[in-house]
């Protein structure tokens, strides 16, 4: 007999979509993109061999296999956790301060943070939230203990323990990407987030202007959700109600960052060391179907149970998913992990002179070009 292995994440994935009925609220949940846990839930089907969900639009329905996977994902899950718990020192306790900037405690650490909890119910940690340069002074004074923080140009030290995608992102209505200056929501100056996207802009010869300066993904959001800015942040901020521009908008590609993990050297306690040791392993986790972060989906993908309906089998062609209502929306297709491209590299960032300090409000204009 053919023993296959179903992976953890996927279950906890099938689980998290049943209950919330979102892929978005998932997505955000455990810290992946919407088209990762569409994919996860496309390879489960493929080593169950059954049809989970029946798609009929924008919805998904469970079908009588996909309950019956369901109700031993829960039991799987459950003993999985219980495990770990009766693994873990119930005696290491203690106070540790954990820094990160807003974006990563919003959208990355809660599914992390809530298991090392259930590990270690006497550890109390403390959420620092600030931005990154001045953070790695903090956990370098021993002001903070352990601090996640977004790779800048001049940091030292740290351990790379992950990746994020940078992508333009607005309102789901809001068309402030074809203003002429692009108005932009950035970060405060000196922030690498706010560097590329002038980079790549001037390197496109764009004109744009600052529209909104918040030292919080909090603002830079709201600026958005209005319409009256384009901002960039990490792929795991894009939520309901916000979409991704690109190249088809006129935007130019944007690089991935790299995600810091530091540690103080005052920082010698077992609790100081269990977070850090769980964050580095559940951050660093070499998850394939992330891989899949620059597919389309219909985010707001409900979920609904039926129970006793009858799936159809499984095809082994791409899944596609349908947008509802705007009958202008096209059918976006999942493509299984042979369907991706393996030569997408990285654009190669420029310097851009002085671009980075101009105020809120002032307009870029192209330079001419010098021949050449």
């Avoid at 990407?177 to 922030?191: C, F, R």
């Avoid at 040791?277 to 979920?303: G, I, K, S």
Wanted: charged share 25%.
């Amino acid at each position: 007999m053919n023993l296959i292995s179903l992976d953890i994440r996927m279950l906890r994935s099938l689980i998290s979509v049943v209950e919330t009925g979102s892929i978005t609220e998932t997505a955000r949940r455990l810290g992946r993109t919407q088209p990762a846990i569409t994919l996860q839930l496309q390879r489960l089907e493929e080593l169950t061999g059954k049809a989970i969900f029946i798609h009929e639009g924008r919805r998904l329905f469970l079908t009588s296999e996909g309950e019956t996977v369901l109700k031993f994902a829960r039991s799987i899950l459950g003993l999985h956790d219980e495990l770990l718990s009766q693994l873990a020192s119930p005696d290491i306790e203690g106070h540790v301060i954990l820094g990160t900037p807003d974006l990563y405690a919003a959208f990355m650490l809660p599914s992390i943070l809530k298991i090392f909890r259930k590990a270690f119910p006497r550890v109390q940690v403390e959420l620092n939230c600030s931005l990154s340069t001045p953070l790695v002074g903090c956990v370098k004074r021993g002001e903070v203990d352990i601090a996640l923080v977004t790779r800048m140009n001049d940091f030292t030290g740290g351990q790379v323990v992950r990746q994020e995608q940078l992508i333009w992102m607005t309102g789901e209505q809001s068309t402030a990407h074809n203003e002429s200056p692009i108005p932009l929501a950035l970060l405060p100056p000196g922030n690498i987030y706010r560097d590329h996207a002038i980079e790549r802009l001037e390197a496109a010869r764009l004109r744009w202007r600052i529209a909104c300066i918040s030292d919080s993904v909090g603002g830079l959001q709201a600026a958005a959700f209005a319409g009256i800015a384009v901002t960039v942040l990490g792929r795991s901020a894009l939520v309901r109600n916000m979409r991704e521009l690109g190249v088809k908008e006129g935007l130019p590609p944007l690089p991935k960052v790299d995600l810091l993990l530091y540690k103080a050297p005052g920082a010698t306690s077992k609790a100081a060391g269990a977070l850090h040791e769980y964050l580095a392993h559940y951050l660093n986790l070499e998850d394939e179907l992330l891989l899949a972060t620059e597919l389309p989906l219909a985010p707001d993908t409900e979920v609904r149970a039926a129970s006793g309906q009858a799936g159809p089998k499984l095809d082994p062609r791409p899944c596609s998913f349908e947008r509802g209502g705007d009958p202008q929306d096209q059918t976006l297709v999942e493509p299984r992990r042979n369907n991706l491209k393996s030569d997408r590299q990285p654009a190669v960032v420029k310097p851009a002179g002085n671009g980075r300090g101009r105020q809120s409000g002032q307009i870029y204009r192209p330079r001419e070009r010098r021949p050449t």
